[in-house]
T-cell receptor, first 109, second 114 residues
């Protein structure tokens, strides 16, 4: 599986959009981009995933560049409850998840 | 869909004791995964099952660890002769290879070895 690079930490003001970047320059054609988050002492929570096209669900939007070497997770209106560690993972279907250190997002009032 | 459940949520044991954790996957998910997470790190893959077959094991899974999924439903993870280095959060996830194979995680079992 391809390796990902994420900033270790980010801050965001409550009510503003949080844009979390992820670099995955060695991604293969069959690998999806997955995003999970983990709130302290809980199991990771699935957010969204995509292959080539941008994706949106009730939690977030995922923007994948045309060359697929990077992506951005967007939380449109961050709340204090969005404070968590966010993991970007690239993974081929049927493979296990390889987590990095993630980005610690702190939403501030 | 009640989600992935794990039991117990917390376990404190003395070094040298055996412990067993249980994971109940989302109903009809045929794949089940075990991960371990230590403080400040992301989860690390341990092993996974497709139905009752254990298809992959990480090198992290020492011979003191054994996992089973006897009927292709719930799974158990046993650690024999626990060591202080086994203290961690043990996470279970499940997925269905009939859909997107997205893994959904349980709340985890936090193990403390004294």
């Amino acid at each position: 599986d391809a390796k990902t690079t994420q900033p270790p930490s980010m801050d965001c003001a409550e009510g503003r959009a949080a844009n979390l970047p992820c670099n995955h320059s060695t991604i293969s054609g069959n690998e999806y981009v997955y995003w999970y988050r983990q709130i302290h002492s809980q199991g990771p929570q699935y957010i969204i995933h995509g292959l080539k096209n941008n994706e949106t669900n009730e939690m977030a939007s995922l923007i994948i560049t045309e060359d697929r070497k990077s992506s951005t997770l967007i939380l449109p209106h961050a709340t204090l409850r969005d404070t968590a560690v966010y993991y970007c993972i690239v993974r081929a279907r049927n493979n296990d998840m390889r987590f990095g250190a993630g980005t610690r997002l702190t939403v501030k009032p | 869909d009640t989600g992935v459940s794990q039991d117990p949520r917390h376990k404190i044991t003395k070094r040298g004791q055996n412990v067993t954790f249980r994971c109940d996957p989302i109903s009809e998910h045929n794949r089940l995964y075990w991960y371990r997470q230590t403080l400040g790190q992301g989860p690390e893959f341990l092993t996974y099952f497709q139905n009752e077959a254990q298809l992959e094991k990480s090198r992290l899974l020492s011979n003191r660890f054994s996992a089973e999924r006897p009927k292709g439903s719930f799974s158990t993870l046993e650690i024999q002769r626990t060591e202080q280095g086994d203290s961690a959060m043990y996470l279970c996830a499940s997925s269905s290879d009939f859909s997107t194979d997205t893994q959904y995680f349980g709340p985890g079992t936090r193990l403390t070895v004294l």
